[in-house]
């Protein structure tokens, strides 16, 4: 009965953070701590609700949440929770609860508060809202109401130019992997159409999850030519759904809004980088995952994207100096380790979808945890320069100890076939195996080696930011002090989580979120791909080793330059140096995304086409305006208004008529 009364309420899950946010954004002002008991309790039963729903498909994972109504009649409003939503729904809405009850402390002395937490509860059911959907355009339109939350957020202190600049960046960016979306889903619901001859059968919606599946072999089948090729539809649609995917989770070339997005404060990042935003476009692929599997060539294209984002944002994560942005990286790199699991769907199939989400949600535990500690510093000492810090780790031991699990659970520090380790090492590990499939399958060796030399820079900049940070003696007279215990709760809770999670959960969890899809025939949608499907068997020793031994490499290489200062860095870290100049700029992509495309190319290039335009416009209507007018005055000059001069010319004209008349006759 329980069980039945927590599934009724399952609409409840959105609302409620929903409705949290118009109470807090009209009576927080008149609430202590700016109303944010509102969104905490809205939150709490979320989550509750969320978790009995959870522990219920546990029990029986047939036994999928459904819920429907007609939405002109073709569309429709619906809830769906299967094993993957679940999973989703309880990490979004336990760990939004942590961030919030954090920011409690953290939010304290702005006196904006009010609207900080009515705006981060509507962040919340926005993204939870996203993950109930049923169809792919209701989830489009929580979709977009998670980047509109984002914009608000970011650009939440929009008196600093810095931060409304990276609010309007952020949004912009995103666009463009909307625009995608949205043209994926108009692509699809055009093929749809085309499959049923325009005539949908009764109680059809066409963009329902469920109807899309079922009809995969017939969109499969639905072909264009492109530049002489010869195109499936539906991989175009999944590619288009794929650059959805880019622009919100952070993948190359659309990743460059996320690290600017920390002006806003940290719990914003928090939020952003472990449990909202980032994850939905992860979620788009897992949600969409078998069309994916059934596009031939669009899994590749996901692997290829995700394994070089993992690397190229790690090189760059080295070199930051600003607590954030360190993590910021971290966090790109992270989102490309899933994109990277998603796509080697090409050799695994279906178990790509729980190795890829088993690794965001222990990514949400430990990269929260992460960024509310650097929160924790930054609100004690009051810089997040790490250059300026130094031994941190003795006037904050809480906040040291927990984010040292934290970094240890990221770098992948674990035992190799016993199941025993860190959050991060039982999460990533199973992709690096994965990808090695593949490269033995496929012959490509790109993705492996990737995200294996991926591997040892996390390791080396994430320990670089603990020595730089909380050991060693203080470079600056910046005080400090513990954070209080509204802080320092949540730090221990995410702390336990991060290195416990893994171990007590990775038997069941693969198994749990394939039955999303037990009810399809993987083996059929791969063939439709045109993927070889394979199973793990035993790999060589080294391979099982290599992500332990990275890891180790980069701890033990971070302590004897940062710890040990064994090597004099400011001979590195020049100016003059060309690979540190590059990593330091971010490969100038500022340069080129803002200067170079945007300004150069695109903003002169159209007010050069403008100005041509002009002048060609302008030539035009005044060349014509003048043979109208001098035509004119010429005609004007035989419109004497005597009879005789008009009879005259129409005998003329008459006479000449005849004569063509008669020598056209005479030729033919």
């Known amino acids: 009965m329980v069980k039945m009364a927590m599934e009724n309420l399952a609409f409840l899950i959105p609302l409620l953070p929903a409705l949290a946010f118009v109470l807090t954004f009209f009576l927080g002002k008149k609430l202590p701590s700016g109303g944010a008991i509102i969104p905490i309790v809205a939150i709490a039963i979320s989550c509750v609700i969320s978790l009995a729903i959870t522990v219920g498909l546990l029990q029986n994972p047939e036994h999928v949440v459904t819920q429907s109504v007609p939405w002109f009649a073709i569309l429709n409003l619906g809830i769906l929770i299967d094993p993957l939503a679940a999973v989703m729904?309880?990490?979004?809405?336990?760990?939004?609860?942590?961030?919030?009850?954090?920011?409690?402390?953290?939010?304290?002395?702005?006196?904006?508060?009010?609207?900080?937490?009515?705006?981060?509860?509507?962040?919340?059911?926005?993204?939870?809202?996203?993950?109930?959907?049923?169809?792919?355009?209701?989830?489009?339109?929580?979709?977009?109401?998670?980047?509109?939350?984002?914009?608000?957020?970011?650009?939440?202190?929009?008196?600093?130019?810095?931060?409304?600049?990276?609010?309007?960046?952020?949004?912009?960016?995103?666009?463009?992997?909307?625009?995608?979306?949205?043209?994926g889903i108009v692509l699809l619901f055009s093929d749809i159409f085309t499959v049923y001859n325009g005539i949908l059968p009764e109680g059809v919606y066409v963009l329902q999850f469920s109807e899309m599946f079922h009809l995969i072999p017939d969109l499969v089948a639905i072909n264009s030519t492109i530049l002489g090729m010869e195109v499936s539809h539906l991989t175009l649609v999944t590619l288009l759904f794929f650059g959805g995917a880019v622009g919100k989770s952070g993948q190359f070339p659309l990743h460059v809004w996320l690290p600017d997005a920390m002006e806003g404060p940290t719990t914003v990042s928090a939020l952003i980088h472990a449990a909202t935003m980032v994850t939905a476009g992860v979620y788009l692929v897992a949600r969409t995952f078998p069309m994916f599997l059934a596009a031939p060539h669009s899994l590749i294209i996901v692997a290829i994207v995700g394994a070089f984002t993992a690397l190229f944002a790690a090189t760059m994560g080295i070199v930051m100096n600003d607590l954030k942005r360190v993590l910021a990286y971290s966090t790109v790199s992270q989102l490309g380790y899933?994109?990277?699991?998603?796509?080697?769907?090409?050799?695994?199939?279906?178990?790509?979808?729980?190795?890829?989400?088993?690794?965001?949600?222990?990514?949400?535990?430990?990269?929260?945890?992460?960024?509310?500690?650097?929160?924790?510093?930054?609100?004690?000492?009051?810089?997040?320069?790490?250059?300026?810090?130094?031994?941190?780790?003795?006037?904050?031991?809480?906040?040291?100890?927990?984010?040292?699990?934290?970094?240890?659970?990221?770098?992948?520090?674990?035992?190799?076939?016993?199941?025993?380790?860190?959050?991060?090492?039982?999460?990533?590990?199973?992709?690096?195996?994965?990808?090695?499939?593949?490269?033995?399958?496929?012959?490509?060796?790109?993705?492996?080696?990737?995200?294996?030399?991926?591997?040892?820079?996390?390791?080396?900049?994430?320990?670089?930011?603990?020595?730089?940070?909380?050991?060693?003696?203080?470079?600056?007279?910046?005080?400090?002090?513990?954070?209080?215990?509204?802080?320092?709760?949540?730090?221990?809770?995410?702390?336990?989580?991060?290195?416990?999670?893994?171990?007590?959960?990775?038997?069941?969890?693969?198994?749990?979120?394939?039955?999303?899809?037990?009810h399809m025939d993987v083996e059929a949608l791969a063939e439709l791909g045109g993927y070889h499907l394979a199973h793990h068997g035993h790999e060589p020793l080294l391979v099982l080793w290599m992500p332990l031994i990275v890891a180790v490499a980069g701890l033990v290489i971070a302590y004897l330059i940062y710890n040990r200062r064994i090597v004099d860095m400011s001979r590195i870290v020049s100016r003059n140096n060309p690979v540190y100049k590059l990593l330091y700029n971010r490969y100038y992509q500022h340069q080129i995304f803002v200067e170079i495309f945007s300004i150069k190319i695109i903003y002169e290039g159209f007010a050069l086409a403008g100005f041509y335009s002009d002048k060609m416009l302008d030539w035009l209507v005044n060349g014509t305006s003048y043979v109208l007018i001098e035509a004119g005055d010429s005609l004007r000059k035989f419109q004497t208004g005597v009879i005789q001069h008009y009879a005259a010319a129409v005998v003329a004209g008459v006479g000449l008529l005849v004569v063509l008349i008669k020598l056209v006759m005479e030729v033919f």
Request: glycine content about 10%; overall charge neutral.
């Open 89 to 183: 729904l309880s990490m979004v809405t336990f760990v939004s609860l942590l961030i919030h009850i954090y920011a409690v402390g953290y939010m304290s002395h702005d006196p904006a508060k009010p609207r900080y937490f009515a705006e981060t509860a509507l962040f919340t059911a926005a993204m939870l809202g996203l993950i109930l959907s049923d169809n792919i355009l209701q989830l489009f339109i929580c979709w977009e109401l998670v980047g509109l939350s984002s914009y608000l957020l970011i650009g939440f202190w929009f008196h600093k130019p810095g931060a409304a600049s990276a609010a309007k960046k952020a949004f912009l960016t995103t666009r463009i992997g909307d625009v995608m979306f949205l043209a």
């Open 338 to 518: 899933m994109v990277l699991g998603l796509g080697l769907g090409a050799v695994v199939g279906a178990e790509a979808v729980g190795i890829s989400m088993f690794h965001l949600i222990n990514h949400a535990f430990f990269k929260a945890l992460l960024f509310l500690c650097a929160g924790s510093v930054i609100h004690a000492v009051g810089t997040h320069d790490m250059r300026q810090l130094g031994g941190v780790g003795k006037v904050m031991p809480i906040t040291f100890a927990t984010m040292t699990a934290a970094a240890l659970a990221l770098a992948g520090f674990g035992i190799p076939g016993t199941g025993l380790g860190f959050s991060g090492f039982l999460s990533k590990d199973p992709i690096i195996e994965s990808a090695y499939l593949y490269a033995t399958e496929t012959g490509s060796w790109m993705p492996y080696l990737f995200a294996i030399t991926a591997a040892f820079l996390t390791s080396l900049y994430i320990f670089r930011l603990i020595f730089m940070t909380f050991t060693g003696k203080p470079r600056t007279d910046y005080g400090g002090h513990e954070s209080p215990s509204s802080m320092t709760v949540p730090l221990a809770i995410l702390a336990v989580l991060a290195v416990v999670f893994g171990a007590l959960t990775r038997t069941s969890f693969y198994h749990f979120i394939e039955e999303s899809f037990a």
